[in-house]
């Protein structure tokens, strides 16, 4: 435990893989949502069936994106992968750009995950050779 009076370093509190996934969900957002009128105007989905399917994810994304802290948005984020690339059976076009969103969200969790248990390692041998008084 560390002794509340002691400085934290802020560096240490830091999360690239939140940091890297809220980066793809928000922009997973802003792709879902314009894929809304595209499925009204050019695949010809009804505006009743586009836009709850549609906009509902867009701000699901966002929703998630600020809910990062918690191990179990990530979770949340994995099965908002999956809606946007079945979104493609209402546009085709959504498989491929739920596609790309899924591909970047599975590298953006990977790499972020590994990227923090190096830093924890890190952390872990700087304290041990550098013990506070």
């Known amino acids: 435990m560390s ?7 802020p560096e240490r509190d830091k999360s690239p893989r939140r940091a890297m996934c809220a980066a793809v969900l928000s922009l997973e ?3 879902v949502g314009l ?3 595209v499925m009204i105007g050019i695949s ?3 505006p009743g069936v586009a836009l709850p399917l549609g906009l509902g994810l867009a701000v699901l994304c966002v929703l998630v994106a600020g809910m990062l802290r918690r ?6 984020g ?3 992968q999956v809606g946007a690339v079945a979104l493609g059976f209402l546009s085709p076009l959504m498989f491929v750009v739920g596609g790309i969103f899924a591909l970047l969200w599975g590298t953006a969790y990977g790499l972020g995950r590994k990227i923090e ?5 890190a952390f872990a041998e700087y304290d041990r050779q550098h013990p506070t008084p």
């Open 3 to 9: 002794d509340p009076t002691t400085p934290v370093d």
């Open 29 to 31: 957002a802003i792709a």
């Open 35 to 37: 894929s809304t009128p």
């Open 44 to 46: 010809e989905v009804r």
């Open 71 to 76: 191990e179990s948005a990530y979770l949340i």
């Open 78 to 80: 994995h099965v908002l």
């Open 117 to 121: 248990d190096e830093r924890a390692a």
